[in-house]
Nanobody, 121 residues
Framework: QVQVVESGGGLVQPGGSLRLSCAAS????????MGWYRQAPGKQRESVAS???????NYADSVKGRFTISRDNAKNAVYLQMNSLKPEDTAVYYC???????????????WGQGTQVTVSS
């Protein structure tokens, strides 16, 4: 079994900050990349940021300069530091992990259940 669990969402005022955390656990051999996606009401899920095992990062244009993704390979964890939050950042944020698991030996992308981020005054 593999589990991906997010935490850290909540309500924050515009201009504020939040830090999301995500950890993968279970029969994991290695994780190739981890990332954050978000889905706002009535919109498609979109990529926010991703990071490889070597530390290479990618960001959506809408969050560049405001969000920072980081990773702790020893803990199979990824974090998203969100600063200067805007109302349009309101969404459910999902974490995913592209990993190779054991028993069975296979590669796949696993998703968390999501955590709500609401930016409002």
């Amino acid at each position: 079994q593999v589990q991906v669990v997010e935490s850290g969402g909540g309500l924050v005022q515009p201009g504020g900050s939040l830090r999301l955390s995500c950890a993968a656990s279970g029969s994991i051999l290695s994780i190739y990349s981890m990332g954050w996606y978000r889905q706002a009401p009535g919109k498609q899920r979109e990529s926010v940021a991703s990071i490889t095992s070597g530390g290479s990062t990618n960001y959506a244009d809408s969050v560049k300069g405001r969000f920072t993704i980081s990773r702790d390979n020893a803990k199979n964890a990824v974090y998203l530091q969100m600063n200067s939050l805007k109302p349009e950042d309101t969404a459910v944020y999902y974490c995913n992990a592209d990993l190779r698991r054991t028993n069975p030996w296979e590669r796949g992308v696993y998703w968390g259940q999501g955590t709500q981020v609401t930016v409002s005054s």
